[in-house]
């Protein structure tokens, strides 16, 4: 079983940048892929971002695209996500979540294992 921790997060202005990280324990975490999911008050969990199991595809939902950029280090067991241009709509609670899929997938649903989350404010 994979467990997950994310760090990271914090109050930031907008257009400023922060790099989230996703700490894995467990056997075969390279074998798993991984997604980014933010939730915001009174709205629904969604997906951010997501990479395959060795990094070769990622996945962005459109609002951040050009903005953030996830990545991994199989090495360090380590996941992140680079986000850049920062707006208020991006502040959200973040997770970090790993699915057995190795090439990721942007459905919720497929995921079996998540962070506790880290809060992401950006203020105007």
């Known amino acids: 079983q994979v467990r997950l921790v994310e760090s990271g997060g914090g109050l930031v202005q907008a257009g400023d940048s922060l790099r989230l990280s996703c700490k894995a324990s467990?056997?075969?975490?390279?074998?798993?892929?991984v997604g980014w999911f933010r939730q915001a008050p009174g709205k629904e969990r969604e997906f951010v971002a997501g990479?395959?199991?060795?990094?070769?595809?990622?996945g962005y939902t459109d609002s951040v695209k050009g903005r953030f950029l996830i990545s991994r280090d199989n090495a360090k067991n380590t996941v992140y996500l680079q986000m850049n241009s920062l707006k208020p709509e991006d502040t959200a609670v973040y997770y970090c979540?790993?699915?057995?899929?190795?090439?990721?997938?942007?459905?919720?649903?497929?995921?079996?294992?998540w962070g506790q989350g880290t809060q992401v404010t950006v203020s105007s």
């Open positions: 467990g056997r075969l975490f390279d074998s798993y892929g």
């Open positions: 979540a790993a699915t057995r899929l190795s090439k990721g997938s942007r459905n919720l649903s497929e995921y079996g294992a």
């Open positions: 990479v395959s199991f060795n990094g070769g595809n990622t």
